[in-house]
């Protein structure tokens, strides 16, 4: 019985059916991200070129850029990539009530980074730093969003991963509509995050506006009603939907997917703090 066990052990680092002995799903990742990687040299050299040679005129980034905001985001991302290594890890024991947990995690860290900055960039184009009004903003605006359509892309892949987890048996209660429901369930996710977005960052412009009075509150309540309506009614739905009546078809043979996730999601932090090293920290020294 012990052999039998051991022969069935999963191997999650090596592959002997493959030429290499890497899984072919993270040969790919690895392939994909070592591409991106050369992708992201090119913007962050293309930034740091015009600002090492400003042209005349130029604005001074001091007079936009809040580093207690960005550090708090970059905190908040690299608390995520914990979250992530803990998700691949709870996958390869096959505790999927844990894998569910750290997935939701990481999407919530994921989106406070993301409404982070969308706050950032609505405040510089309020101060007049926009994509168009120097090299400093095309370079800044096209290193920076890209990085954030990075870990957009991610946290969508998260939501996706974390619906998937519920995926159903063949032949068990509700397989056959799973399809349906499982999209369902994403664009539920989906909709939540952005009207729970929306709702914190209107919070945010009361408050920074008006203070903690009651004048905040009340233009909160005119203009982030109905998106906080919208956000309790799908984060309901999202429990609802997420109520399992049948055993999952997700375990530790799904481990390869999530890790080759985790990579992904490793890296978009690793250039994140290149470029919070580059961008934003070399201009105070």
Not at 113 to 130: D, I, P, S, W
Not at 133 to 150: A, E, I, K, N, Q
Not at 207 to 225: R, V
Request: net charge neutral; glycine share 8%; hydrophobic share 50%.
């Amino acid at each position: 019985m012990s052999n039998h066990a051991a022969t069935a052990a999963i191997d999650h680092h090596h592959d002997h059916t493959t030429t290499t002995g890497i899984p072919n799903k993270k040969l790919f990742m690895w392939a994909f991200l070592a591409s991106d990687c050369m992708f992201f040299g090119a913007l962050i050299a293309t930034h740091l070129i015009y600002r090492l040679h400003p042209v005349p005129g130029s604005q001074e980034p001091q007079t936009f850029f809040s580093i207690e905001l960005t550090s708090f985001s970059t905190f908040i991302l690299l608390m995520s990539s914990l979250l992530m290594a803990l998700a691949v890890n709870a996958c390869q024991k096959g505790n999927v009530p844990a894998v569910r947990r750290m997935l939701l995690g990481t999407i919530f860290f994921g989106c406070i980074f993301l409404a982070c900055q969308v706050y950032e960039f609505t405040h510089f184009v309020h101060l007049g730093l926009t994509l168009s009004s120097s090299m400093l903003g095309s370079t800044f605006y096209v290193l920076t969003g890209t990085h954030g359509c990075h870990v957009a892309i991610g946290v969508l892949w998260l939501v996706m991963m974390y619906v998937r987890t519920y995926k159903p048996h063949d032949g068990a209660k509700g397989s056959k509509r799973w399809p349906f429901s499982s999209l369902l369930h994403v664009l539920m996710i989906v909709t939540a995050i952005v009207f729970t977005t929306w709702t914190v960052l209107d919070a945010t412009h009361a408050i920074l506006e008006h203070g903690f009075t009651g004048e905040a509150f009340g233009a909160y309540l005119g203009h982030g009603l109905i998106p906080l309506i919208a956000a309790a009614v799908t984060l309901v739905g999202c429990r609802l939907m997420a109520r399992s009546a049948s055993k999952e078809n997700f375990g530790e043979a799904n481990a390869i997917d999530v890790e080759s996730m985790g990579l992904y999601w490793h890296f978009v932090d690793v250039v994140w703090i290149v470029i919070f090293t580059v961008v934003y920290l070399l201009e105070y020294l």
